[in-house]
């Protein structure tokens, strides 16, 4: 394995995203990946599976011994995000992979983007919303909470093998919406971490078997991502979530635009 300090820099600043927020396994490291150094879709999204998932293991047990995951919810997610990720997979495996698949997949990730950073921007107002039809109409409100669920995990199962986007950012304003009562901050991301982590490692797998996975590129995102997600991991209940997340999802709409090759 030839050692890229720049490499290991972007994996060491992403795992600090994704020990604090949650965020960045896919929404940020697939587009640098892209945007900077020049790696295949493909390749970007098979390799990236792989570095989130390694990279949010690490991350989990500082939030298991905490107390902080919700394994209630944890469960009802996969049971939708695990079947989509296994029909999309299978998608995959029968297209071929040229130069109009490429294409495809770029525009998806940056499409994966801008709902990612579009939806971290109203993640609060989407809480509220929740919050008051929890309060209002609990009977309802406790009825649709776990098909809901479900049906929100499909949706990540589907874009997260797709793209290898969305397990984190929009995972969290699902749970945001879903949970406004029983989900503090820090449950929040913890539990989104913990559900990432079989999902990427599912969908990885499928696209390992397909020859998509840069071993070189994944190890040395490892050398940075596994000390910056401990140290993130530590700080998330210190700093100010909303004004990270909202930051992060200026930068993200920065990169979607990119992607899509607009001004």
Same mark, same amino acid.
């Given at each position: 394995?030839?050692?890229? /300090? ?38 970007? /999204? ?10 949010? /293991?690490?991350?989990?047990?500082? +939030? ?41 997949? *770029? ?32 009977? +309802?409100? @406790? ?38 009562? @029983? ?11 913990? +559900? ?10 499928? +696209? ?29 209940? *210190?700093?100010?979530? @909303? ?7 200026? /930068? ?12």
């Amino acid at each position: 394995m030839a050692f890229d /300090i720049a490499l290991v820099v972007a994996g060491a600043g992403t795992g600090v995203l994704v020990g604090m927020t949650g965020v960045g396994g896919g929404a940020v490291m697939t587009p640098l990946l892209l945007l900077v150094f020049g790696v295949a879709p493909v390749a970007a /999204i098979g390799t990236d599976l792989w570095f989130a998932a390694l990279t949010k /293991i690490a991350a989990t047990r500082v +939030h298991h011994a905490r107390g902080l995951i919700d394994w209630q919810v944890v469960r009802r997610l996969w049971a939708g995000s695990l079947p989509a990720s296994a029909l999309t997979l299978a998608w995959m495996a029968y297209v071929p992979i040229g130069k109009e698949t490429a294409d495809f997949l *770029k525009v998806m990730i940056a499409v994966a983007v801008l709902v990612t950073a579009t939806a971290m921007l109203f993640q609060q107002q989407l809480h509220d919303l929740g919050q008051r039809f929890r309060l209002g109409d609990k009977k +309802h409100f @406790r009825a649709m909470q776990g098909p809901a669920t479900v049906l929100a995990g499909a949706l990540l199962g589907l874009l997260v093998t797709l793209t290898s986007i969305g397990a984190g950012a929009l995972g969290v304003v699902f749970l945001a919406y879903l949970y406004p009562l @029983r989900l503090t901050t820090s449950r929040l991301v913890a539990t989104d971490i913990v +559900h990432a982590i079989p999902l990427a490692m599912f969908a990885g797998t499928g +696209h390992l078997l397909m020859g998509n996975v840069n071993f070189g590129l994944l190890l040395n995102l490892l050398v940075g991502s596994i000390p910056g997600v401990l140290l993130g991991a530590m700080l998330s209940s *210190k700093l100010p979530q @909303r004004v990270l997340r909202v930051a992060l999802a200026c /930068i993200l709409l920065f990169t979607g635009t990119k992607l899509l090759g607009l001004p």
